[in-house]
């Protein structure tokens, strides 16, 4: 197990290096800071002063060592449109949509296994066809459009909810100095209530919107794999010795069924960091997706070069930790 | 496995190819082909979902394509007199801030659309179907360069991925077609790859190459066309992943350029207007949606019509 997950991770190491390569280039082909920073208005001997002294003359490879070296610092440039360091602007907005990715993974699983039971359990009533009917919308549909459509039905006509935003100002100015910007657990964590309430509030409609598709893959997944373990031999010992129905499918089936399930929410991860995008620009949530389009529609190249970079870290990272955790939960897989 | 009754007015009875009796007619090169997409064809018939999600999709497609014919009015006409209007006589589907006809945006943007879809799709494939190629009949060190490159490719998810090349490329409907096909290359080339490889140590490629055949023909002839179901499949459903892609680059703003119809950059126009008037927001998702899922419900009837094996 050990030997496998060292391997697993010597293997990540090209991957990761491949990922700063791909920004490495994308970055050196898009953005020539020289006249980002001397203005449009700069002579061509200062620009090539500058390139030099930015080492933009250098060879290639050594321009990329030294991006390399930077990237080891957690240097990754500074933002064109705020001039703060891109590593400060990230780490400030990154932690909202770890907070609403989470929340979607956490909705989806628990609504995702619970439609699946029940509609492996009643296969073909009318309860499955609805649903399974419902998962195949939910995969259809832009994530996006969900969003207006929530919006349009919950704040607009039936005034509750937010249509957009993470707390009330109001609110944020009188009772919440956070310490961290991770407000939802923040809130949690020191009971304060109102605070928690209202930021949870923000984050219904959207965490719903980022999890319909992988709530509708799941469910999918929990029914067919429960079917598939019903039908085996240690189900029908277990019916045989007269358990009861309840313990046989919840106590018995259920917990190797999950087993696939755990892997396609693993999955899920990477397709809700780039749903996020899409989510936190629906719903104006100041996380890391909505970021990246606003630098993207503005032109900061060093801003898009750096979430794309670390939202790619992220995810490489997660697929490993859920190959892992996967060997560990099922014994059955052999490492070798 | 095959319970399905046997059809009496299939044609020559030559048709059902490995009968064990028949000697001689099994070895004509062309009945076990026709015989395989008649097969296929008629697995497909059965599966009522799917031809139905064929059906309104080639509906949804010809009336994107006769827009020119079909709308009602101009797309692009301005007319302040009736801004943000509901659903009515004179337009069936309402108006949008402008004035402009929704149910005439609607099908002249499906052409954006759907286009992008198709046209995203056939990059993807295309250069997948060489990069797999390539790399399963090669094998070697530039089978692992190949897949570790697109295992990169594979580490971005994918809207982020469309998204940054798009900051390299620049805005606009042909970049963004360029831009999905490129995030879709290494599903394709996986595939491909994987196909070769289950097929390449066959009997009859091991016989090809015997007989003196050159790599190239071995490959385009043997090997890919014994690959294609898999491909298809992907392919499908791959066109209804590429439709949602592209709307979504429409709605961030980087997709079609305004005053342009297409269905999401006309939902995010929608959204500024949506206290006052969601009935906008509704029209351009749901044909969104009745797309894709068309294409997943006809992809998943193929699936299991090209492959029966995988019916569980």
């Not at chain 1, 309860?127 to 969003?147: K, Y």
């Not at chain 1, 961290?180 to 605070?195: G, I, K, M, P, R």
């Not at chain 1, 919107?209 to 992988?214: G, P, V, Y």
């Not at chain 2, 949506?274 to 044909?287: E, K, N, Q, S």
Request: charged content about 15%; glycine content about 8%.
């Amino acid at each position: 197990m050990l030997s496998y997950i060292l391997r697993r991770l010597l293997m990540t190491i090209p991957v990761l290096l491949g990922i700063t390569l791909v920004s490495f280039m994308a970055l050196s082909v898009t953005a020539d800071p020289t006249s980002a920073i001397l203005g449009q208005h700069a002579t061509l001997e200062r620009m090539a002063d500058l390139r030099t002294q930015l080492g933009l003359d250098d060879p290639i490879p050594v321009q990329y060592y030294h991006y390399l070296v930077k990237l080891a610092h957690g240097d990754l440039g500074r933002s064109w449109m705020t001039r703060a360091p891109v590593i400060t602007e990230i780490a400030q907005r990154f932690p909202h949509t770890v907070e609403l990715t989470v929340l979607a993974v956490i909705l989806s699983v628990i609504l995702g296994v619970a439609v699946g039971v029940i509609s492996a359990v009643k296969q073909y009533s009318w309860f499955d066809n609805v649903s399974m009917i419902g998962a195949l919308v939910g995969v259809s549909m832009p994530i996006f459009w969900l969003g207006l459509v929530l919006i349009a039905i919950f704040p607009v006509k039936l005034g509750i909810l937010h249509v957009s935003g993470l707390i009330d100002p109001k609110l944020a100015l009188t009772s919440f100095e956070p310490k961290t910007h991770f407000y939802l657990t923040e809130s949690l964590v020191t009971a304060n209530w109102e605070v928690f309430r209202n930021v949870l509030g923000h984050l219904v409609l959207p965490s719903f919107a980022l999890a319909a598709a992988s709530t509708a893959l799941v469910a999918r997944m929990t029914r067919s794999s429960l079917l598939e373990v019903v039908n085996q031999d240690y189900i029908r010992t277990a019916r045989a010795k007269g358990l009861s129905e309840r313990l046989v499918v919840y106590k018995h089936a259920l917990k190797n069924a999950l087993i696939p399930v755990f892997t396609v929410v693993g999955l899920q991860f990477g397709a809700l960091l780039g749903g996020a995008v899409l989510t936190e620009t629906t719903f104006s949530l100041p996380g890391v997706g909505k970021l990246a389009v606003d630098a993207i529609l503005n032109g900061d190249m060093p801003l898009v070069n750096g979430i794309v970079l670390l939202v790619a870290l992220a995810f490489v990272l997660v697929n490993l930790l859920v190959d892992v955790l996967y060997g560990w939960l099922d014994p059955r897989i052999h490492y070798s | 496995m095959s319970s399905e009754p046997i059809p009496a007015p299939a044609g020559a009875p030559l048709g059902s190819g490995a009968a064990p009796g028949s000697t001689v007619p099994a070895l004509v090169a062309e009945a076990p082909e026709e015989s395989l997409w008649g097969q296929v064809w008629k697995r497909l018939r059965r599966h009522r979902l799917a031809v139905a999600g064929l059906v309104v999709f080639v509906l949804l497609v010809t009336a994107s394509v006769a827009a020119p014919v079909l709308a009602p009015y101009n797309p692009d006409a301005n007319d302040y007199t009736v801004q943000l209007q509901g659903p009515s006589r004179a337009h069936w589907l309402g108006t949008d801030d402008f004035g402009r006809d929704i149910l005439s945006r609607i099908l002249w943007g499906g052409r954006r659309s759907l286009s992008v879809g198709v046209v995203a799709v056939a990059i993807g494939l295309g250069l997948g179907l060489v990069v797999g190629a390539v790399s399963g009949y090669a094998g070697g060190w530039l089978d692992n360069l190949l897949m570790r490159i697109m295992d990169i490719l594979l580490a971005f998810p994918s809207v982020l991925l469309a998204i940054a090349v798009m900051s390299i490329l620049g805005r606009g409907l042909g970049k963004a077609m360029i831009a999905i096909g490129i995030v879709a290359i290494p599903h394709y080339a996986r595939i491909v790859r994987a196909s070769i490889l289950s097929i390449r140590e066959s009997d009859y490629v091991v016989a090809a190459r015997a007989g003196g055949a050159s790599h190239f023909r071995i490959l385009t002839r043997h090997i890919l066309p014994n690959a294609m179901a898999p491909i298809i499949v992907r392919a499908t459903l791959g066109t209804s992943e590429a439709i949602l892609e592209a709307a979504a680059l429409g709605f961030l703003g980087l997709g079609v350029q305004p005053p342009d119809a297409e269905w999401g950059a006309m939902l995010a126009r929608a959204q500024e207007y949506i206290r006052v008037a969601p009935h906008v927001t509704a029209f351009p998702g749901l044909m969104i949606t009745l797309t894709v899922l068309c294409l997943n419900l006809f992809g998943d009837g193929l699936r299991d019509a090209l492959d029966p094996r995988l019916k569980a």
